[in-house]
């Protein structure tokens, strides 16, 4: 319940060919302070190579793969084999289902360690994930900028700082008409954590 402040808890925001649903204060900041340590201390970070355009780079963030089971994740080159969610983890993805109505058996943990660390122009499209997947994003920790724009029409930008504490949930034919990226950024930043919850079929 948000007696004090005007901000809605949940936005609906208009894209064509999307389905966003933005919810800014999922949880309080004491409860996102508190997810935000937990996950930056008690994840086994990692740093994957990626290809891209057939070379080799090591990943501009770092990443951690969780699941109900051993599904392998791919992407960029990447086969990514899951651990089995932890208490924490297992705590978030009931709040996000419990709010979305959705079920997810995956998340990707994303750290950016400061304003250098980004996340290039793709989709959540890979195969594994089926037609019309439903993405959930959770934010912690520094407030970086998402970017969207559309396949075809290129006039069709959008921008989202996410919260700490944020949900941002894409849905319908999103994936299948835009892509997104977190870009780096010059300023100083903080760390920041992204989960991307997923159903991997
Ligand atoms: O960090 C973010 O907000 C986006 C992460 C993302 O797009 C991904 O992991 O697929
Ligand atoms: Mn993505």
Redesign the pocket.
Known sequence: MELFSDEPSELNIPLPNATLNYYPSFFTSEEADFLYEKLYQETPWQQDDIKVFGKIYPQP?L?ALYGSEEKTYS?SGITMFPKLFTSTLLKIKNQVEERTNERFNTV?L?L?RDGNDS?GW?S?DEKELGTNPV?A?V?LGAK?C?QMKHKRDKKLKYKLF?NHGSL?LMSGETQHHWK???PKTKKMMAP?I?L?FRALI
């Open positions: 963030r990443t992407y990707l994303n950016y996340n793709h959540d993405i994003s934010s970086r998402f996410l941002l997104h990226q977190l920041r992204n991307t």
